[in-house]
């Protein structure tokens, strides 16, 4: 799934995530694979939603999101995968990654970590 940040969780129509996705539609199908249903929001809505639970040790399937400064506007989503991995979708590589917390500290672009949400299993029925 190669970086295309025009698409974004609101843009219609909802275009299959392999033809191209941003650091959020990725996140959201990644999850969806196991049985989570990521809100189709913006980072910054997602950071505020009611629906996720903010969590402060993070556990596999939640998501990080990241920003240059503590506002959650524009704010970079990855998916935790273990304790010190992050599977994401930037621009900067291109294709799916997996980094450690210390490799987005290393960039301005990620250095603040604003924290983990932790998405509900999907209700069957």
Known sequence: MPY???RHPLREPVEPPT????????????LALFGRAVPRLRSRELWTDPRLRTVAVPR????VLF???GDP?????GVVLGDDEVLHLCREVGRPAVWSYAAFRRRPRYRTLLGARRVPRARLG
């Open 4 to 6: 295309d940040g025009r």
């Open 19 to 30: 033809a191209g996705a941003n650091c959020q539609r990725y996140a959201s199908a990644v």
């Open 60 to 63: 596999p399937l939640d998501l």
């Open 67 to 69: 920003n240059p400064t």
């Open 73 to 77: 506007y524009g704010a970079h989503v």
